[in-house]
C-alpha cells in the first residue's frame, strides 16, 4: 500500500516539476516558447548571482582607487547616495510595472539580457559611491525579486496554460 502512495506521489512530483514545461497535447508551441524563456531567465539569474558575488567581493574598495588618477579626474565625483537609491526605487518600480508587458511581447527574451546590465550597474554606481558593502543587500533583494516574478510569470503559464497567443488569458 505504501508503494503505491509513493507512486502517485512520485508521478505527481514528476507532473509539476518535470512535465510542468513539457509540451501539452493542446498547445505544444506554448509550453516550449515558455520553457525557453524560463530557461534564458535562469541563465540570466545565475549570471546576475555570479556579478553579486564579484560585487561582494569588491566590497568595501573604492572604486576609484584603482583606477589612474587622470581616469578619476576625468570620470569626476561620485554621484550623491540619495540620487543613486532614487533611482534605483525608480528602476525597481518601473521595471515591476512594466514587466508583464515586456514579458508578453513575442520576443520576451531579448530584453532579459539588458534587465541583467541594468540590475548589476548599481553595484557600480555604490562602488564609486563607496557605500556597496551598506547597500548591497538592498540592490541584490531587488533584483532577487525582479528575477522571481518574471519565473513566477513562466511557472503560472506553464501550470495553467495560456490563450492563442501563448500567454496568459484574462479569461481563464
Given at each position: 500500500?505504501?508503494r503505491?502512495h509513493?507512486s ?5 512530483t514528476?507532473?509539476?516539476v518535470?512535465?510542468?514545461f ?8 506554448v ?10 531567465g ?7 548571482l555570479?556579478?553579486?558575488m564579484a ?10 582607487t584603482?583606477?589612474p ?10 554621484p550623491p547616495?540619495p540620487?543613486?537609491d532614487l533611482a534605483?526605487?525608480?528602476?525597481l518600480?518601473s ?9 508578453s511581447?513575442p520576443r520576451?527574451g531579448?530584453q ?6 541594468y540590475?548589476?550597474s ?8 563607496a557605500v556597496l ?5 538592498v540592490?541584490?533583494?531587488?533584483g532577487?525579486f525582479?528575477?522571481?516574478m518574471?519565473?513566477?510569470y513562466f ?6 496554460g495560456?490563450d492563442?497567443?501563448?500567454?496568459g488569458?484574462?479569461?481563464e
Amino acid at each position: 500500500m505504501k508503494r503505491m502512495h509513493k507512486s502517485k506521489a512520485l508521478a505527481l512530483t514528476r507532473k509539476l516539476v518535470i512535465g510542468s514545461f513539457a509540451p501539452s497535447a493542446t498547445a505544444p508551441s506554448v509550453a516550449a516558447e515558455e520553457q525557453l524563456l524560463a530557461r534564458r531567465g535562469l541563465w540570466q539569474l545565475l549570471a546576475f548571482l555570479l556579478l553579486s558575488m564579484a560585487a561582494w567581493s569588491a566590497g568595501d574598495r573604492g572604486l576609484f582607487t584603482a583606477l589612474p588618477e587622470a581616469f578619476v579626474a576625468w570620470l569626476g565625483t561620485a554621484p550623491p547616495l540619495p540620487l543613486i537609491d532614487l533611482a534605483f526605487a525608480i528602476y525597481l518600480a518601473s521595471a515591476l510595472i512594466l514587466m508583464p508587458g515586456r514579458l508578453s511581447a513575442p520576443r520576451a527574451g531579448s530584453q532579459g539580457w539588458s534587465q541583467l546590465l541594468y540590475r548589476t550597474s548599481f553595484y557600480l554606481l555604490y562602488l564609486a559611491s563607496a557605500v556597496l558593502s551598506e547597500r548591497f543587500a538592498v540592490v541584490l533583494a531587488g533584483g532577487l525579486f525582479l528575477y522571481g516574478m518574471e519565473q513566477l510569470y513562466f511557472w503560472g503559464i506553464a501550470l495553467w496554460g495560456g490563450d492563442e497567443n501563448g500567454r496568459g488569458s484574462a479569461e481563464e
